[in-house]
């Protein structure tokens, strides 16, 4: 018998780009597989260059939904009276990176408090990484004015690494696991997985999430749809091979198909369970935040409960079947 849909208005769902990023992918993959049209919604997908463009389009009203960082919905997001943010389901707890020591230099650095005076190197400036690593240094009472930070690309921030140019590296996945599988780096910080990064800083956090605007509010009936999409994308990442997965998604999303294996197996644990997201993950976060670069003065930052709906994605689970 087949399939009947009932296709309500298209939600326009604003991503953050690149198209490769894992953060993301489990908007991808529901989109990619009918697992949204199999929950009676038309959803649009459309990427943004960076987290930034998502929280903006959220921002101007281009979006019904973005898929983006708490720190960009704060600094680019909903400011009008009214508008607000509120998080409808969580992604990831921190940026996927891990802060390596180049191989070289394994045996003088052993410790965050090593590193005043050493080089550190990024593939980015101003990447979401940057506030966590921040935050790393301050609650070893230290800061980046004491180190020297270099931005080398991706690329050259493995050849730096490789070479012991610099002492040490924020190595995005899945390259942090490859350089630490191979010996050729040793982990000092990590941030990719939910536990990791609880235990690194102590607290758990939450960096990518999906939005809405609380003066524009998608219907709780289609956010219960939306986050039961979510959650079965979720389940077909944790066991689906790459071949699987590669074959419905776009080819911008997959990129070369040996780097998207290892993007895949690097990455299957880097999402928060079911979604979720705690008024406390919020709060350590905003502070992680305001500690990098302060806000604008006239910014006014709700409560952490006040910012958090998720009560659709509480029924998605309750209706879940057991896995």
């Known amino acids: 018998m087949p399939l009947l849909i009932v296709l ?22 529901a989109a990619a597989e009918s697992h949204f049209a199999r929950e009676g919604l038309a959803v649009q997908l459309k990427t943004t260059r960076a987290e930034s463009g998502a929280a903006e389009a959220l921002a101007q009203g281009q979006a019904d939904l973005a898929a983006t960082t708490l720190e960009a919905i704060l600094r680019f997001g909903p400011r009008m009276p009214g508008q607000g943010a509120r998080l409808v389901f969580g992604l990831t707890a921190a940026p996927p990176v891990a802060l390596v020591v180049a191989a070289s230099h394994a045996a003088n650095v052993r410790s965050v408090e090593d590193l005043p005076g050493l080089r550190v190197g990024v593939a980015t400036p101003g990447a979401p990484e940057h506030a966590w690593f921040g935050w790393l240094l301050a609650r070893a009472g230290l800061s980046v004015a004491q180190l020297s930070v270099v931005s080398l690309g991706s690329r050259g921030l493995v050849a730096a690494i490789d070479a012991g140019d610099v002492h040490v ?103 928060l369970p079911d979604g979720l997201v705690s008024p406390e993950q ?42």
């Open 282 to 323: 919020v709060q350590e976060t905003i502070t992680i935040v305001r500690s990098h670069t302060p806000l604008p003065a006239s910014l006014r930052i709700p409560r952490p409960d006040e910012l958090l709906h998720t009560e659709p994605l509480r029924q998605a689970l309750k209706a879940r079947p057991p896995r």
């Open 8 to 29: 309500l208005q298209t939600l326009v769902v604003a991503v953050s780009g690149p198209a490769t990023s894992p953060e993301y992918l489990p908007l991808r993959v």
């Open 169 to 271: 590296g924020f190595a995005h996945e899945p390259v942090a696991t490859r350089l630490l599988q191979e010996g050729r780096a040793a982990l000092l910080a990590d941030f990719r997985t939910p536990a990791a990064v609880a235990a690194t800083l102590g607290a758990p956090t939450v960096n990518a999430a999906v939005f809405m605007r609380a003066d524009r509010k998608v219907p709780d009936a289609q956010l219960v749809r939306f986050a039961r999409a979510l959650l079965a994308a979720r389940q077909r990442l944790r066991t689906a091979g790459g071949a699987s997965l590669a074959a419905d998604l776009p080819v911008r999303a997959v990129g070369p198909m040996d780097e998207f294996e290892a993007r895949l197996a690097a990455t299957r644990g880097i999402y």
